[in-house]
């Protein structure tokens, strides 16, 4: 039996919906993870969550470590606590921002650098005093030199944690000493 012209074009039309569908299963998490993302909320002076469209995602700041909030709203926090989570809020808060995401964390964490109108947020949270390099196994594939050198130039200005001199505490020792 004869296929006639509309059963054929509904055939074609049915290849091409199937093709596309096929297409967008396998791309759009890659289209999610591209592009821009307002910032929603700055967690601390390392962690935001971000959204893109209907999609929220926490991003840890890789390569870097900023001092420790307080367990509960008016305990004890590190020195410079409130201060880095001031400034990464009135970096990035309610802005738009590019992701470069590395891996996610054991918390389920995307470890990302963070961009801001092409300038590298982790490393502008060193050069002004309040992060340090993580000191725990670097994310795979990450230049952590640029986040050295901002390191160095804070630290013998003695930007924000900095000033402490010897008094200062690496975030990761003070969660060691406190248990968080």
Request: net charge positive; glycine share 8%; charged share 25%.
């Amino acid at each position: 039996m004869e296929r006639t012209y509309q059963q054929k074009f509904v055939d074609k039309w049915r290849m091409v919906l199937c093709i596309f569908t096929i297409t967008l299963v396998l791309f759009v998490p890659g289209i999610l993870l591209a592009g821009q993302y307002k910032v929603h909320r700055v967690i601390d002076g390392d962690t935001l969550v971000v959204q893109k469209v209907a999609t929220k995602m926490t991003i840890r700041l890789v390569g870097i470590d900023a001092p420790e909030t307080p367990f509960k709203k008016y305990g004890p926090g590190q020195p410079f606590s409130q201060t880095s989570t001031k400034h990464l809020a009135g970096l990035v808060l309610n802005r738009s921002i590019e992701i470069k995401p590395y891996v996610k964390d054991k918390y389920g964490r995307t470890l990302a650098e963070v961009f801001l109108e092409g300038r590298n947020i982790n490393v502008e949270m060193i050069i002004v005093g309040l992060a340090e390099v993580y000191r725990g196994t670097p994310a795979p594939r990450q230049n952590l030199d640029p986040y050295w050198g901002a390191e160095e130039e804070a630290r013998k200005m003695g930007r924000g944690i900095w000033a402490l001199g010897k008094k200062y505490v690496s975030p990761r020792e003070w969660r060691r000493s406190t248990g968080k």
